[in-house]
């Protein structure tokens, strides 16, 4: 089946950028996400981006999709003590136009942004 | 801006007892989601919902899981008869387009 890694810990310090990495298998994934997950709370989106897109820029987050080696990274600019948390990647080959396509969400493990002052 | 809503935030039940885990997905998403994390693992998939009926559904999701939207409101996961191994965090999701939106879970814990 399909499968998404992370690495589980990212150690960076506060104002330097951090770039948290994720490889998943599925060849018809469409779409790939981020999610942030804060100590005791739910999933937060974060964006998203297309698999015929290569970039999508958002304030301080940037994520590249290198499809041919399936593999997805988020950069967070001048990291925060408030971004601590646990990153999850996650993808999905749904169709929007035709409707077909797997509906649920493959995760990673998540990695823990750990924020050095 | 509208969320998806969970209820209880945390219950603890005994092996054997049957749940019903509520969700008030956002109001005008027509694809709603069940998943679940247990305890320092994975969000794990469990199932999706769309147009009143299961639409897809992982080997987590068996005969003692079962999904329902009672009403216009309103979407539970339930679960027959608990056991140990299904204390977890439950998340509720809702989708309109190509996004799913997350409600802030129901940490389940089964004695």
């Known amino acids: 089946g399909e499968d998404v890694e992370q690495s589980l810990f990212l150690s960076v310090r506060e104002g330097d950028s951090s770039v948290i990495n994720c490889t998943y298998t599925?060849?018809?994934?469409?779409?790939l996400y981020w999610y942030k997950q804060e100590p005791g709370a739910g999933l937060q989106l974060l964006t998203y981006?297309?698999?015929?897109?290569d970039m999508k820029q958002d304030q301080r987050l940037t994520v590249l999709l290198n499809k041919k080696d399936k593999h997805l990274s988020l950069r967070i600019a001048d990291t925060q003590t408030g971004d601590s948390a646990i990153y999850f990647c996650?993808?999905?080959?749904?169709?929007?136009?035709?409707?077909?396509?797997?509906?649920?969400?493959?995760f990673g493990k998540g990695t823990h942004l750990i924020i050095q002052p | 801006e509208p969320e998806v809503t969970q209820t209880p935030s945390h219950q603890v039940t005994q092996m054997g007892q049957e749940v019903i885990l509520r969700c008030v997905p956002i109001?005008?998403?027509?694809?709603f989601y069940w998943y679940r994390q247990i305890l320092g693992q994975k969000v794990e998939f469990l199932v999706s919902?769309?147009?009143?009926?299961?639409?897809?559904k992982s080997e987590i999701f068996d005969d003692q899981f079962s999904v329902e939207r009672p009403d216009g409101s309103n979407f539970t996961l339930k679960i027959r008869s608990t056991k140990l191994e299904d204390s977890a965090m439950y998340f509720c999701?809702?989708?309109?387009?190509?996004?799913?939106?997350f409600g802030p879970g129901t940490r389940l814990l089964v004695l």
């Open positions: 981006i297309f698999s015929n897109m």
């Open positions: 999701a809702s989708r309109n387009q190509e996004t799913q939106y």
């Open positions: 996650a993808e999905t080959s749904i169709f929007l136009n035709s409707g077909g396509g797997a509906d649920g969400l493959t």
């Open positions: 919902f769309y147009n009143n009926e299961i639409s897809e």
């Open positions: 109001s005008n998403h027509l694809y």
């Open positions: 599925d060849s018809s994934s469409t779409y």
